[in-house]
T-cell receptor, first 112, second 114 residues
Framework: GNSVTQMEGPVTLSEEAFLTINCTYT??????LFWYVQYPGEGLQLLLK?????DKGSNKGFEATYRKETTSFHLEKGSVQVSDSAVYFC???????????FGTGTLLAVQP | DGGITQSPKYLFRKEGQNVTLSCEQN?????MYWYRQDPGQGLRLIYY???????QKGDIAEGYSVSREKKESFPLTVTSAQKNPTAFYLC?????????????FGPGTRLTVL
C-alpha cells in the first residue's frame, strides 16, 4: 500500500535560515502529493500540492518538487520566520486506495 | 465564512461512556472524513463518507461509529468499545473523494478519558 516517510523532528532553526524537510513516498501509479501545516492547537491547512511528476508546488515562500525518479517531495524555504513554527505533514493520495496517507509530521521550531 | 466547525473543542469522558463529536461544514462538499491524531504520529483515518447515507471504514474504525444523514453533518461516536480513546480528533471535507481536491480541516476536538 501507499506510505510516506518524512524526517523526524524537531527541527530547530534560527530566523532567516534555510529549511529542508525530507519526504519520500511509496505508491503505485501516479499519486498526488501534499504538504499540510498544523499550527499549535489547530487543524491542518493545505500548504502546497503537486499532481504530476516535475510539478512544483509553492505557497508562502515554501516550495516542493514532485520527483518521481527519487519518489521524493522535499519541502524547502529559503528564509524561515518565527511564525513558520508548526508541524509539517507530507501526504500522498493513491487513487487505488482512495485515501490520503500522512507522514508522522515534523515539528519545526524557529528561534528569533 | 465557509468552513468546518467541530464541537466541543475539549471533551472529557468517563470510562465506559459513549460520546459523540460534532462536525459540520458549509462548504457544500460531498466527502467528509474523520481522523485521529496521537502525539508523534501522523493522522489515521477512522471513517469517511463520499455521499449522504453512505460511509466506509478507514484504517482504525473499531470502537467508532458514524452517520451521514445530511450533507453538512458527519458526527462521530466514540463508543466504550474503543480501548484507548484519548486523542485529538480531526474532521475534514473535500469537494469529492478524489486526488485533486484538497481536504479542508476543522479545528479539532481533544478527547480525554478520565
Amino acid at each position: 500500500g501507499n506510505s510516506v516517510t518524512q524526517m523526524e523532528g524537531p527541527v530547530t532553526l534560527s530566523e532567516e535560515a534555510f529549511l529542508t524537510i525530507n519526504c519520500t513516498y511509496t505508491a503505485t501509479g501516479y499519486p498526488s502529493l501534499f504538504w499540510y501545516v498544523q499550527y499549535p492547537g489547530e487543524g491542518l491547512q493545505l500548504l502546497l500540492k503537486a499532481t504530476k511528476a516535475d510539478d512544483k508546488g509553492s505557497n508562502k515562500g515554501f516550495e516542493a518538487t514532485y520527483r518521481k525518479e527519487t519518489t521524493s517531495f522535499h519541502l524547502e524555504k529559503g528564509s524561515v520566520q518565527v511564525s513558520d513554527s508548526a508541524v509539517y505533514f507530507c501526504a500522498v493520495w493513491g487513487g487505488a486506495t482512495n485515501k490520503l496517507i500522512f507522514g508522522t509530521g515534523t515539528l519545526l521550531a524557529v528561534q528569533p | 465564512d465557509g468552513g468546518i466547525t467541530q464541537s466541543p473543542k475539549y471533551l472529557f469522558r468517563k470510562e465506559g461512556q459513549n460520546v459523540t463529536l460534532s462536525c459540520e461544514q458549509n462548504l457544500n462538499h460531498d466527502a467528509m472524513y474523520w481522523y485521529r491524531q496521537d502525539p508523534g504520529q501522523g493522522l489515521r483515518l477512522i471513517y469517511y463518507s463520499q455521499i449522504v447515507n453512505d460511509f466506509q471504514k478507514g484504517d482504525i474504525a473499531e470502537g467508532y461509529s458514524v452517520s451521514r444523514e445530511k450533507k453538512e453533518s458527519f458526527p462521530l461516536t466514540v463508543t466504550s468499545a474503543q480501548k484507548n480513546p484519548t486523542a485529538f480528533y480531526l474532521c475534514a471535507s473535500s469537494i469529492a473523494g478524489n486526488s485533486y481536491n484538497e481536504q479542508f480541516f476543522g479545528p479539532g476536538t481533544r478527547l480525554t478519558v478520565l
